[in-house]
């Protein structure tokens, strides 16, 4: 069955250009989140979005740091001007409604800011 | 600040062994526990939970136990497969939400197979 997508799989871009990385949740499901995962450590939480709900983005790091959610379905993160502490793997998770529900997440997507 | 960890980053175990991989959470509040696998190059899957009215419960080779007690999770993984070599990650809920809708993660142990 269809699981969370994300795209590109391998992004490397030069210090200071903006990328784009996009998540595709299971269809249905109300709750996304985004996650970055640094080499060799956890999940750090970015941002959740929830059905029609204000984003929660208390995890973003700087105002360089944004996403989108349009339709209810895909979301956008984008990060600018990026920096070189910005390469890590960007994880999304997608669950039917948040809560409890289990988190399915996507292979991510590795940035690489040289 | 509370959060969520790991006694041991790295953890080798002979193929056929059990295994047992730790974690502390200083979290009182935490009412949902949740462990992960990552393997290399994929995103984490889910392989078990449990709540905080149990203290155990079991899948298929895995086993959870919570002692509320010390604050301590374990994942336990019975007659160990190569493919059980992963970065296993627990996970912790705070039921008055905030930041992933309530959800902590710890950094990860490493599980290596041995043959």
């Known amino acids: 069955g269809a699981g969370v997508s994300q795209s590109p799989s391998n992004k490397v871009t030069e210090k200071g250009k903006d990328v784009e990385l996009r998540c595709d949740p299971i269809?249905?499901?109300?709750?996304l989140y985004w996650y970055r995962q640094s080499l060799g450590q956890g999940l750090e939480f970015l941002i959740y979005?929830?059905?029609?709900?204000?984003?929660?983005k208390s995890g973003l790091p700087s105002d360089r740091f944004s996403a989108e959610r349009t339709g209810g379905s895909v979301s956008t993160l984008t990060i600018q001007r990026t920096q070189q502490e910005d390469s890590a793997v960007y994880l999304c998770a997608s669950s039917s409604s948040g809560g409890l529900e289990t988190q399915y997440f996507g292979p991510g997507t590795r940035l690489l800011v040289l | 600040g509370e959060s969520v960890g790991l006694h041991l980053p790295t953890l080798s175990v002979q193929e056929g062994d059990n295994s047992i991989i730790n974690c502390a959470y200083s979290n009182s509040a935490s009412d949902y526990f949740i462990w992960y696998k990552q393997e290399s190059g994929k995103g984490p899957q889910f392989i078990i939970d449990?709540?905080?009215?149990?203290d155990k419960r079991q899948g298929q080779r895995v086993t959870v136990l919570l002692n509320k007690t010390v604050k301590h999770l374990s994942l336990q993984i019975a007659a160990t497969q190569p493919g059980d070599s992963a970065v296993y990650f627990c996970?912790?809920?705070?039921?008055?939400?905030?930041?992933?809708?309530?959800?902590?993660f710890g950094k990860g142990t490493h599980l290596i197979i041995q043959p």
């Open positions: 979005f929830q059905g029609n709900s204000a984003p929660d």
């Open positions: 269809s249905g499901h109300t709750a």
């Open positions: 996970a912790e809920k705070d039921p008055s939400g905030g930041g992933a809708d309530g959800l902590t």
């Open positions: 449990i709540r905080s009215n149990m």
